[in-house]
């Protein structure tokens, strides 16, 4: 790793430029899209997620997993699935959140899984990371930090830093975490259905602020086109091949941090290669159970997340946010 | 799409006689004082960031038997250990609970309201379980010695030093800034020292600076610890200046201006849309600190970067001007800068000389008094003229004064009272 670590900044910028350009892709559209194909967006949902009693249950979360993944590859297995994520001599980093301590971070447990199933296609487990902001936030949402290289490694920005050089695109420049940048060859993003109280919600989009110097900067006007132009730097996108939005415990107020009374127990897991539909559909998920309780609308309360409308816009071309182009598919 | 920083480039903004270009002139962070442990690295492609942090161990350190008397030992650098240090953690002084363990700061008029366990904008202010705190009190990331010119403060001794320190943070984010690696980083994310109140004040002593200065970065964020180091200082006899963006609350400014002795505002356009823009910040409080500040009869000097395009306006100009010289006085000194293309504004050339020119032309048919061109070395318009006779009384080459002819604070030629700090 120290000699990953080591890779100078011409290195850095030539990644970025290559970055640059696949990300654009070919007519503007994302990468995993052709101009026929509709996004998918995998509803795996199991309402005995929870066996008797309050804890997931791994086996069913396993094959609930296994489900929304041959859904989205459209796989007759689950391993075959994991094969077109990453190849065996990729790092493969698992973005996490676990800002909000144990109560709507993404599970331990889902993230076993998901390095059960990475192994199981070839990724052995040093060359598995999962990684998050701090330290203090992997900690508090039960992972435990781990630095060994022979073994799954699970460490904070603050373990290895952030890039020397400001990485720009429109409204943002931030300095990359080097876990993403010089460490990881792909990422999994694993963020949590949630509501934000500034950002209006918090998924897949949301969650790359884990992987910046400066969030706190980037706020302002419910996180648009903030939000947006993170995702835009080329090694996130480029970087980034598959979001698994935990929605076991979801929270659809009183966000980012915990508050048990506005969580629900969703029992689901949101599959996207498209950060873009999935963050649509959550939102649209989370909307629906505020009109449940009877609460107002992100819109009517200033709290829309646009960025998700920016980060499909011709500028940025992350994605989809139109219903008739996302195919959401519940299994 | 990634651009690297100015450093990088090579741009010869900076050299070690104070008549440096860029923003630098207006208190950026000095190279000069590591210039020598600098060029003893192998490499050479150190950037700006990387520059900053090879370079403050030698400044920090080395300096103490050579430059900078009484320093303390460089406590361990960055890192989640230096975060959790409690002695930099203390209640902050301005911010109200809220339900639910949220708390809305009341430091600077952007009142963020805070989650638990997150930060607001500045990022050095921390909700912990529904209250808040500064992370920065004593947390010294940068520390100089600079000529008090160099603030630029030039009605506030005259020729003197000035102790200058920052931290982390800041709550606005320019995209001009020359100091973003510190001003827009994490305390975590950049090289501190344990500098407390009374340690900061005695260093400045023994060091013969009459003045400390916060600076750098945006002292606003570090309040609590600016307030403190004041009082620390005025114990010793030591005064304190402010080089603030001015965004902040009345009520803190209010007692801030009960413990300082001088504040320049970089007052960085006259429209809200550029405040926005440009600055993510508003005009509309600054302005009204500026006022305060100044009925409160705390030394004030204003800086108007001059960025191409963007806020060059002869509309704009006349307005500051007229603005000025209605609310605060033509007495106020107000210094037109230059600007070099920096952080997130490359796009841009620096300013034309006939722009600066212009605005100081329009600054004088106003009305104000001592009008002064910035980041400009040999120019006219760094000495300070007698409003009467228009004589010069403070000749200035760069920030070193050459020569003085005021007398008790009056022109020595015809007796007319010169506005300003001079003893």
């Given at each position: 790793m120290r000699q990953r670590l080591e890779s100078n900044r011409r290195e850095f910028l030539k990644k970025c430029a290559a970055g640059a350009m696949l990300a654009g892709g070919t007519h503007g559209l994302p990468a995993f899209l052709t101009a026929q194909e509709k996004t998918k967006v995998v509803n795996a949902h199991e309402p005995l997620l929870r066996g008797a009693g309050a804890s997931l249950d791994s086996g069913r979360l396993l094959k609930m997993l296994d489900r929304a993944m041959q859904a989205l590859y459209a796989t007759d297995s689950p391993l075959e699935a994991w094969k077109k994520v990453a190849k065996p001599g990729e790092v493969v980093g698992l973005k996490v959140n676990g800002l909000a301590g144990r109560g709507i971070s993404t599970s331990v447990l889902l993230a076993e899984v998901v390095c059960a199933r990475l192994q199981e296609a070839g990724i052995p487990q040093k060359d598995i990371i999962i990684w998050d902001r701090l330290n203090a936030d992997l900690e508090s949402a039960g992972f435990r930090n781990a630095t060994r290289q022979d073994r799954i490694r699970c460490l904070g920005n603050d373990t290895l830093g952030y890039e020397e050089e400001l990485a720009i695109y429109g409204s943002v420049g931030s300095c990359l975490a080097r876990t993403l940048t010089q460490v990881c060859d792909a990422v999994i993003n694993l963020p949590v259905l949630k509501d934000h109280g500034i950002a209006g919600v918090t998924m897949a989009l949301k969650n790359m602020f884990g992987a910046i110097h400066n969030p706190n900067k980037y706020h302002l006007n419910v996180g648009d086109p903030y939000v947006a132009d993170v995702n835009m730097l080329p090694p996130i996108r480029q970087k980034v091949r598959l979001h698994i939005c935990d929605a076991t415990t979801a929270q659809y107020e009183g966000g980012p941090s915990y508050m048990p009374q506005w969580t629900w127990p969703c029992n689901s897991l949101l599959v996207s290669r498209d950060p873009v539909a999935l963050d649509f559909v959550g939102w649209q998920m989370l909307e629906q159970k505020r009109a449940e309780k009877g609460m107002k609308s992100l819109r009517a309360l200033g709290r829309a997340p646009d960025y998700i409308a920016t980060a499909a816009d011709a500028n940025h071309r992350l994605g989809t946010n139109d219903p008739s182009q996302i195919e959401k598919v519940g299994v | 799409m990634t651009k690297s920083s100015n450093a990088r480039k090579g741009e010869a903004n900076f050299s070690s006689d104070d008549t440096r270009r860029g923003q630098g002139a207006n208190d950026a962070l000095p190279r000069d004082s590591v210039l020598a442990s600098l060029s003893r690295l192998e490499a050479t492609e150190h950037d700006r960031r990387a520059f900053l942090k090879l370079a403050s161990v030698p400044c920090l350190t080395a300096c103490v038997g050579s430059c900078m008397a009484g320093w303390p030992s460089l406590a361990q650098g960055a890192g989640s250990a230096a975060a959790e240090d409690s002695r930099f953690i203390v209640e902050a002084q301005f911010y109200e609970k809220l339900p639910y363990k949220k708390t809305r700061c009341k430091l600077c008029p952007r009142e963020c309201v805070i989650d638990d366990r997150e930060r607001g904008y500045c990022g050095v202010r921390e909700n912990r379980g529904g209250s808040y705190y500064t992370?920065?009190?004593?947390?010294?990331c940068a520390a100089h010695i600079d000529p008090i010119e160099k603030k630029p403060l030039f009605h506030f001794s005259p020729g003197s030093l000035a102790f200058s320190v920052a931290t982390a943070g800041c709550n606005v984010n320019c995209k001009f800034c020359q100091n973003w690696d510190i001003s827009q980083s994490r305390p975590e994310q950049v090289r501190n020292t344990y500098l407390p109140p009374k340690d900061l004040a005695s260093v400045a002593q023994q060091n013969h600076c009459p003045a400390i200065a916060y600076t750098y970065s945006e002292p606003v964020v570090f309040y609590e610890y600016m307030r403190d180091a004041a009082e620390a200082g005025h114990a010793l006899g030591i005064k304190s200046v402010v080089v603030s963006g001015g965004f902040i609350q009345q009520e803190p400014l209010k007692k801030l201006c009960q413990s300082v002795d001088a504040i320049k505002v970089d007052l960085k356009a006259f429209s809200e849309k550029y405040y926005k823009e440009v600055v993510n910040g508003e005009l509309k409080p600054v302005l009204e600190a500026i006022v305060t500040m100044r009925k409160l009869g705390v030394w004030t000097e204003l800086v108007y970067l001059v960025v191409p395009t963007l806020n060059d306006s002869d509309a704009e100009f006349r307005a500051l001007a007229q603005w000025i010289k209605s609310?605060?006085?033509?007495e106020v000194p107000l210094h037109f800068s230059r600007f070099y293309p920096q952080y997130l504004l490359n796009n841009l050339p620096p300013t034309p000389m006939e722009t600066l020119e212009r605005a100081k032309a329009i600054a004088d048919a106003e009305g104000l008094h001592y009008v002064y061109l910035g980041n400009t070395p040999g120019n006219a318009a760094e000495n300070t003229y007698c409003p009467k006779c228009r004589r010069i009384v403070v000749e200035r080459i760069g920030f070193t004064v050459k020569e003085m002819h005021l007398r008790k604070g009056k022109c020595e030629y015809c007796q007319q009272p010169i506005a300003g700090v001079w003893q």
């Open positions: - | 992370l920065v009190h004593s947390r010294v609310n605060l006085g033509a």
